[in-house]
């Protein structure tokens, strides 16, 4: 047994696990760092098991599985090749797998643990093994305090038992930031009813704890034992008697959330088998569970017994499995009445191993590993069944069609029957995207060898490029391919997996767009079959949707965001589109509220994102701009209005040329230390000037209360590391603009900053500070012609040297850590939030919230593609039905998988004539106005009265009599020319109207759009 542990976790690289800290934290990733995995068995499950818990970061994983590599292993396995035939499975996988995660020892152990060895391991893994062995693993695993997980997958059904012992305690159950809230009221009473701010809801439930800080008139409460909460309402909850805690509340205060672990105690295995406890997949299926538990134990006594697997569509080995199965039903503590149609199916698939369940199963499994071995997340308790029976293909199979060919696809056919396998192959499938979705979804492509037939294709495409941050979750990429195109490394990944692709992946590097359509034209959407989008905007989703709709072609979306996962299908003719509903708009921070009255740590990190863009990049591309059109750029200012931003903009643009011009880096070091008495001392001490602590508003109360709080100004002091590094930070990036080589040591920068002259503060006697962004609006700045001008008259002084002069702008980058833009980010908001006793946040939580980086771990991504990916297999098989189709929603924290019938395309009516998103008008592009207002009066009962394309107004009946006149007899194409005074693009293929239209009652009514055929 060749894996050791060792006495310390090596320190964790940010750069590449960026996204998955935000998903498990730091803590958690440590405690994966001390630990050591074995898995057993190294089928397509078992590598898919593999892959994501090596990406994820533990210690070790230690591999075995002594089972010669057959041909119908390539099918599944995709670390496999044709060379390793005959070799050991976890072998030949051994060196792919260690190339996923250079920090992860990978080996490969030759003899299955005993009581003594098993002890080197921290979570030991069970697939596709006998249940004899899963027994004695379970009982030595516990005996030795490891946690045991079983998992298997048979066609379209899979299974999967959690045993983590005793006592086993979760740090953090769903991994959600703490809930807080700013505190309005709290009653002195036996209740003790707090009430919030009604901007926000409380969203606390009944049983949470809460704990009270900055509580002014009733100090007993703050920083106490955690209170229990019962909801009164969604500003309203009480926590008890709130008497003898310091007098009556008078002002301030927030509640702050407090995560509560929990402790489970799981039953080993052979308890469990007797007297289950389920996790429910699929309500819809609930009685599943227990069926497909009697099934599986089926399985294996047919498996003991025989030596072999039930065969595909044989009904003798299926009533073997029946008669077995319903003697075991009678064992169980709760009898079950078997359901022998679903038992035969288990019994027909038995010998089935699909990518697509084995990516589900396989991404559901390694999170249960990672909460083993972190703490983190709800694990299942104890037993989870899955089956995917609808993606079975609407024709009936028989048993010859599912007969082994001596192929890598042998488990896909022995499920889906050769007929389908064929069609499969002969698909065109787009792939919009190539990150960790799209690497994923490649992947089990490969495996079901989608595209490879003779009239099969598959397209991607992706224009970004891979960096390091990538290689965490799109596992199609190694170190060697940073740099290098998305969409090239991932199609040459696959057809290594897959040889029979080469020729068939058509690899492009342009986004899906309005701009890009001469590229993506109506011939190559024609002739696909399918779309499948794994993007990360949802402006991008849209376009893609839309193209969908009007091509009516499917398209399969899914997203990921940590834990959390969705899929949604779109079928042509009966479902709705992606863009029939969205999500409302993330809420945005008052500006007033960023200016001068932050109360969060997430004001302070915006204003300081906001400082950043402002300072060194959009001043730095004014002054360019000035700097290549002199005075005609400001004459543009001018003529844009806008008064206190025309000076704003100015007002930089002086600073960059004239009053702040960096020649050296001393020069960067007295600007930087100038902004930090401007931002965190003048305009701080300018609004204790305006409004003094004592101030109090027209109605007598404290203006300083509530969301508000009285900040205090920062006394600049070197030895502070805070300080300091806001000018460290600032410098070296100011220093960048003007091209200027970096200085890094900060005793230096130290040294520099101690002989900065600042002039003493002045409050302003004509300042006004808006309090709320309604007032700013009201008092909007008018412009200020004496300043602008003299502004310009200054800016005509600037001398640009022979051979021109240029700033270089600095565009924000959060995951290079060596340009200083987070480091910057998080002092210049840690010093506001210092201003107003804001706690203040770390870089990795700074660099979270500025970036607006989205978690991201590559369980997750593994089990949503699965999910599209058993879609796909309905999609192809062209179902009808809308109750064949999942739309899919899980969180593997809690853990939650939840599945919906997609809602059917809402229906529209004009006359007697019913149609939905999906219908439209296909006319001829040679017809005049008068014959197509003629066609929809006389064929379908429609009055057009108005009638547009591309926001052209072609037609409305307002307008004057002369003009609709003398369009009656020009083709649409005439007058779209006319109108826009310009020419349609040469080879467009259609013209798309959108009309508006009276039915026979005169009533207007919604149509469908036209399209209108050009070639």
């Known amino acids: 047994m060749e894996v050791e542990r060792r006495s310390s976790a090596p320190a964790i690289d940010e750069s590449l696990y960026s996204r998955q800290l935000y998903v498990l934290g730091h803590e958690a990733m440590k405690r994966m760092g001390f630990s050591n995995v074995l898995i057993v068995g190294l089928d397509g499950l078992g590598v898919e098991i593999a892959k994501n818990v090596i990406l994820a970061g533990v210690k070790s994983v230690s591999l075995y599985d002594m089972k010669p590599t057959e041909v119908a ?103 959600e930031e703490p809930l807080t809230g700013l505190i309005a009221s709290i009653t002195e009473d036996d209740d003790g009813c707090v009430t919030t701010f009604e901007e926000t809801r409380h969203g606390l439930e009944t049983g949470d704890l809460v704990t009270f800080v900055e509580v002014q008139g009733m100090t007993g409460l703050n920083n106490s034992e955690p209170r229990k909460v019962t909801v009164k309402g969604p500003y309203t909850f009480t926590i008890g008697s709130t008497k003898n805690l310091g007098g009556a509340y008078k002002t301030g205060g927030y509640f702050r959330q407090v995560k509560a672990g929990k402790t489970f105690d799981f039953k080993p295995l052979r308890q469990s088998l007797m007297a289950p406890e389920f996790l429910v997949s699929d309500f819809s299926k609930f009685d599943r569970p227990a069926q ?63 990518p697509p369940m084995n990516a589900f199963m396989g991404g559901l499994v390694a999170q249960e590993i990672l909460k083993a071995c972190s703490g983190k997340f709800n694990p299942i308790v104890q037993w989870l069944y899955f089956d995917s029976l609808e993606s079975l293909p609407a024709a009936p199979l028989t048993e010859a069609d599912c007969q082994p060919r001596h192929s890598r696809y042998d488990r896909q056919i022995a499920v889906f029957g050769a007929a389908f396998h064929a069609k499969l192959q002969n698909t065109k499938e787009f792939l ?42 799109q596992f199609l990429f190694r170190p060697k391919d940073v740099g290098a195109l998305k969409s ?45 989008n794994a993007l990360d905007n949802v402006e991008a989703r849209k376009y893609v949707d839309w193209r969908c709709v009007y091509f009516r072609k499917p398209l399969l979306e899914s997203g990921t965001l940590g ?99 960096a020649h050296t880096f001393e020069d960067c070091v007295a600007w930087a230390r100038l902004r930090f008495e401007e931002y965190f001392a003048n305009q701080i001490k300018q609004l204790l000037y305006n409004f003094p602590p004592d101030a109090v508003t027209s109605t007598g109360a404290a203006f300083w209360s509530g ?45 520099m900053v101690a002989s900065v002259a600042v002039p003493a503060f002045q409050p302003k006697t004509n300042v006004k500070i808006h309090v709320n962004d309604a007032e700013a609006a009201k008092d909007a700045d008018p412009s200020d012609d004496d300043r602008i001008h003299g502004l310009i008259s200054e800016l005509e002084k600037v001398s640009v040297p022979p051979g021109g002069y240029t700033l270089h702008p600095a565009k924000f980058e959060k995951d290079d850590d060596t340009n200083f833009h987070i480091d910057f980010v998080t002092a210049a908001s840690n010093l506001r939030a210092s201003n107003y006793a804001i ?17 991201a771990i590559a369980t997750t991504t593994a089990l949503v593609t699965g999910l599209v990916c058993l879609e796909l297999y309905k999609i192809i098989d062209g179902k009808k039905d809308i109750e064949a189709y999942k739309n899919g929603f899980i969180n593997l924290s809690l853990p939650l998988i939840a599945f919906s019938e997609p809602i059917r395309a809402p229906e529209y009516k004009y006359n007697d004539k019913t149609w939905t998103l999906w219908d439209r008008f296909d006319l001829d592009g040679d017809l005049t106005l008068q014959a197509l207002l003629d066609h929809f009066q006389n064929e379908h009962g429609l009055e057009i009265t108005m009638m547009s394309c591309n926001a052209v107004l072609l037609y409305s009946f307002f307008m004057p009599i002369k003009k609709r006149k003398e369009r009656l007899g020009m083709t649409m194409v005439q007058i779209y020319e006319q109108v826009s005074k310009k020419p349609l693009p040469a080879g467009l293929p259609a013209l798309t109207l959108e009309l508006c239209c009276n039915d026979r009652t005169g009533e207007d009514v919604e149509v469908p759009s036209v399209r209108l055929a050009l070639q």
């Open 707 to 751: 969301p508000k709080r009285a900040p205090t100004p920062l006394q600049f002091d070197a030895s502070n590391p805070l300080h300091l590094d806001f000018i460290v930070n600032a410098a070296n990036i100011r220093a960048y603009n003007f091209g200027i080589p970096a200085v890094r040591d900060a005793a230096q920068v130290a040294a």
């Open 432 to 473: 919009v995207g190539a990150g960790a979705i799209g690497c994923e979804m490649l992947k089990n492509w490969a495996l079901m060898g989608l595209g490879t037939g003779e009239h099969g294709a598959i397209f991607i495409t992706d224009m970004d490029t891979i960096e390091k941050s990538n290689l965490n979750r």
């Open 563 to 661: 834990t959390k996962g969705n899929t949604q299908v779109v079928v042509p003719h009966l479902t709705e589109s992606y863009s029939s509903s969205s999500d409302p708009p993330e809420k945005s921070i008052p500006i007033c509220t960023l200016k001068n009255f932050p109360n969060a740590i997430e004001h302070t990190i915006q204003w300081a994102r906001d400082t950043f863009e402002g300072l060194f990049l959009q001043g730095a591309e004014n002054a360019n701009l000035f700097l290549s059109q002199g005075r005609s750029y400001l004459d543009s200012l001018v003529k844009q209005g806008g008064g206190s931003t025309q000076i704003e903009i100015m007002e930089g643009i002086k600073a960059n040329l004239l009053t702040h011009r």
């Open 488 to 532: 090239a490394a991932a199609a040459a990944a696959v057809t290594v997996m897959n040889p029979a692709l080469t020729g068939k992946i058509t690899v492009h590097a342009e986004r899906v767009g309005a701009d890009t359509e001469t590229i993506f034209d109506e011939s190559f959407w024609h002739a696909l079959d399918g779309v499948t």
């Open 839 to 855: 706690a203040v946040a770390d870089r990795h939580k700074t660099k979270f919230i500025a970036g607006k980086i989205i978690p």
């Open 292 to 354: 497909l538990h009697v099934g599986f134990q089926a399985l294996n006594a047919y498996q003991q017994t025989k030596q072999a697997l039930p065969r595909p569509q044989n009904a003798d080995d299926a009533e073997e499995l029946l008669r077995l199965a319903k003697d075991i039903a009678q064992r169980q503590t709760d009898p079950v009445v078997v359901d022998e149609k679903l038992l035969t199916q288990l019994a027909y698939q038995a010998r089935g191993d699909l």
């Open 73 to 175: 292993d390539l099918g599944s396995q995709f670390y496999l090749s044709d060379a390793d035939i005959g070799q050991p499975r976890a072998q030949a996988a051994r060196e792919r797998l260690a190339e996923l995660n250079a920090y992860v020892s990978v080996a490969v152990v030759t003899e299955l643990p005993d009581a003594a060895s098993i002890r080197r391991w921290d979570v030991v893994v069970a697939v596709g093994q006998p249940l004899s062995l899963q027994l004695e693993l379970d009982e030595m695993a516990r005996a030795a305090g490891a946690k045991f997980i079983a998992a298997e997958t048979r066609g379209l059904f899979s299974s999967c038992f959690v045993d983590f012992g005793e006592g086993f305690h979760v740090h953090d159950q769903d991994g």
